[in-house]
């Protein structure tokens, strides 16, 4: 599976967002689903994940409350809405597939999206 990660930009504090993850291939539905995100000198960290029939969801700390992760496995499309943004949101994000695994820990994840830009500043 392809995965083409969009939505990104700069946006003020407070404002919404909404990141969307267009996957290539007839079985994505088959997939379970990630969010991540980095900054410049830090390590990838985990954002959202969702199961492959949108049954189980998992949030950061950091997010839960905020950002909402969706699927329409009928537009093969990922989504990360993200509420209530915060300067500290800023980071490149990134998609991930696994048709297998599922979880925190972007290793267990083996297809990448190239990542989209949110930057939030006043």
């Known amino acids: 599976v392809q995965l083409q990660a969009s939505g990104g930009g700069l946006v003020q504090p407070g404002d919404s967002l909404r990141l969307s993850c267009a996957a290539s291939g007839r079985t994505f539905s088959s997939y379970n689903m990630g969010w991540f995100r980095q900054t410049p000198g830090k390590e990838r960290e985990f954002v959202a994940a969702?199961?492959?029939?949108?049954?189980?969801?998992a949030y950061a700390d950091s997010v839960n409350g905020r950002f909402t992760i969706s699927r329409d496995n009928a537009k093969n499309t990922v989504y990360l809405q993200m509420n209530s943004l915060k300067p500290e949101d800023t980071a490149v994000y990134y998609c991930?597939?696994?048709?297998?695994?599922?979880?925190?820990?972007?290793?267990?994840?083996?297809?990448w999206g190239q990542g989209t830009l949110v930057t939030v500043s006043s």
């Open positions: 991930a597939a696994d048709r297998i695994r599922y979880g925190r820990i972007d290793s267990l994840y083996n297809y």
């Open positions: 969702i199961t492959w029939n949108g049954g189980s969801t």
